[in-house]
């Protein structure tokens, strides 16, 4: 019986590498996504799939930065979709910089309703 972490077994094996690729993906994107272009807020994964050579990848959108609460609305909103389009090209490029082999099946922003007040 191999030991578990020979070069053959879990880092070395084909059977690993989907998970692997998920591992960098993750570090890449909190990483380089930490804060975004027009919120400091952190993005949330909210799923994360490899099925047969694609993965789907769901995130919450990203809560308007605080700063731009003196902003009118419809500049609020701007910087709202011009942040969740970033967010999923970025979303994408570091899908396929994880894995070649891969291919973004589904990448879904999800908004979220709106707070109600900052406490």
Do not use: N
Request: glycine fraction near 6%; charge should be positive.
């Amino acid at each position: 019986m191999a030991h578990l972490f020979d070069a053959r077994g879990i880092y070395g094996g084909a059977g690993m590498k989907p998970v692997l690729d998920t591992i960098e993906f993750f570090h890449a994107m909190r990483s380089q996504m930490r804060f975004g272009e027009f919120s400091r807020l952190p993005i949330e994964v909210h799923r994360f799939m490899i099925e047969g050579g694609a993965a789907e990848c769901d995130w919450f959108m990203r809560r308007p930065d605080p700063w731009d609460a003196q902003l009118p609305p419809r500049l609020q909103q701007e910087h709202r979709t011009q942040q969740a389009l970033h967010d999923a090209l970025k979303i994408r490029e570091l899908i396929f910089r994880a894995s070649r082999r891969l291919s973004a099946r589904a990448c879904e922003c999800i908004a979220l309703p709106k707070a109600s007040s900052p406490s």
